[in-house]
């Protein structure tokens, strides 16, 4: 039997089980506020919820599974393929908005069961396996997929002409002064469409849109239907695993769509409050902010480049949602700094001291199997090194036989202690790595 080692209580099949928990109370919440919704197929919109979560889990740990029994260098990482298709099927757009022309866009059955199914499969095979395979993931799996398969439908799905013919521009004076202001609008898209379709006008005052925003959306993104479900789980979810989830994206996020919302409302006038609760409470933007953001694998390890990866997608989405009219773009927007993450890596990074100080270590536990997984770049080892050295980066210079990247790392500094290896929910052996590396700069 194998001597019981100590390490950080954290793995990775831990931190994709919590997050697994998180998303699925969201497909939970999403289901129960939609169930009374019936679809233009008699289908209830709450069922569709519950069908097109197991049709993306389902393709997405059937292909995990199936990769992994036919191939050899592909892991079993079931949960974290659980995880994936739960984000496909979250960050897919549901609804029957009464002011919608139902066929301009695939958010209805049966059309939706397909176009959730190909971004779950493609997504898997290309975005997660073999993105993983080469490498370092440089874009978030569910949303390239989603945009490839949507791509040859740009203008009728991405950019639907209900955007133009029905909606008020962004780029103007945003009021709540009749049926055909911003706030209406609203109201008709977002609001319960029972109420419309029973003949009534909705009301569209400021409180009657903030609780559309922020308590229950009929449509759009399925994990954003309601905005308050998604910051109570998300701040869960970032308290149970604060040292692992890069929580620092969506603060930076939240907080510069604040202030450019008000910039812009500055510009163009009406009322500040509106155009925030749009930009911060649409569903793709407050569900992508505390879930899909924060993706480990394709954002920056380092504190400071975290906080200019939330300021630039805040940017991007707020100004593709005034002057494109792609109320989705955040997931653009997201793909784009995702690109920027490698030198968003080099922004903030610690500087190597010869100074030995201590860390506060999360609690241990003692395991008997340990299980080897890829790097997850949650960036925790970065901060527990004694010298302030950079581990996973030194043992990715040292796969690579980079001695003069090894050298400006001053991998020689390292003493051995061990953090690096206690924290890593991966179970990477970094401090192997960094030792051997060390030895490699002596006979230089």
């Known amino acids: 039997m194998s001597k019981p080692k100590e390490n950080a209580w954290m793995t990775k099949d831990k931190l994709m089980t919590y997050t697994f928990i998180a998303l699925l109370a969201l497909v939970i919440v999403s289901t129960v506020l939609w169930w009374p919704i019936s679809t233009a197929s008699g289908l209830s919109l709450g069922l569709t919820v519950v069908i097109i979560s197991a049709i993306a889990v389902g393709i997405a740990v059937g292909i995990d599974v199936l990769l992994y029994k036919a191939t050899s260098d592909s892991p079993l ?8 298709g739960l ?4 960050s897919y757009s549901l609804g029957a908005p009464a002011m919608l022309t139902i066929d301009v866009m695939p958010i209805q059955p049966p059309d939706v069961f397909i176009y959730v199914a190909l971004i779950s499969l493609i997504g898997s095979v290309l975005f997660k396996k073999m993105q993983g395979l080469v490498g370092r993931k440089l874009v978030n799996p569910a949303a390239t997929a989603k945009l490839l398969v949507l791509f040859p439908f740009l203008y009728s799905v991405l950019l639907p002409a209900d955007h133009a013919s029905y909606i008020p521009t962004l780029a103007t004076n945003l009021n709540s002064n009749g049926p055909t202001s911003f706030a209406a609008w609203l109201q008709f898209c977002f609001g319960n469409p029972s109420i419309i379709l029973s003949g009534q006008m909705p009301s569209y005052t400021p409180s009657d ?29 970032f308290a149970v695993c604060r040292r692992y989830i890069k929580w620092r994206i969506t603060l930076s996020y939240l907080v510069t769509t604040l202030v450019f919302a008000y910039i812009m409302s500055f510009v163009y006038g009406g009322d500040p409050i509106l155009r925030l609760m749009f930009h911060l409470f649409i569903g793709s933007s ?11 694998a394709t954002t920056p390890l380092t504190y400071l480049g975290q906080g200019a990866f ?40 610690l500087r190597p001291t010869a100074e030995k100080k201590e860390p506060k270590l999360p609690k241990a536990k003692q395991f008997t199997v340990t299980k080897l ?8 080892c970065m901060r527990v090194c004694c010298h302030r050295l950079s581990p996973i980066l030194i043992k990715e210079a040292f796969d690579k036989n980079k ?13 051995g202690c061990g953090h690096c290896n206690f924290v890593c929910p991966a179970r990477i052996d970094l401090k192997g790595s960094i030792l051997r590396s060390k030895a490699m700069l002596r006979t230089q």
């Open 87 to 90: 984000i496909v099927a979250l």
């Open 310 to 349: 939330g300021v630039g997608l805040a940017i991007i989405t707020v100004l593709i949602q005034t002057f494109m009219n792609f109320f989705g773009g955040s997931i653009l927007a997201l793909i784009i700094m995702n690109l920027a993450s490698p030198a968003l890596d080099k922004v903030g990074r």
């Open 373 to 380: 997984y890829q790097c997850i770049r949650c960036g925790a």
């Open 209 to 237: 849109v903030f609780q559309t925003m922020f308590l229950d959306k009929f449509h759009g993104w399925v994990g954003g239907a309601s905005s308050i479900a998604v910051i109570i789980v998300g701040l869960a979810l």
């Open 286 to 296: 407050i569900f992508l902010a505390f879930f899909m953001a924060t993706d480990p």
């Open 403 to 415: 001695v003069e990247k090894l050298a400006k790392l001053q991998a020689n500094l390292c003493e």
């Open 77 to 84: 990482n079931t949960m974290s393929a659980a995880v994936f």
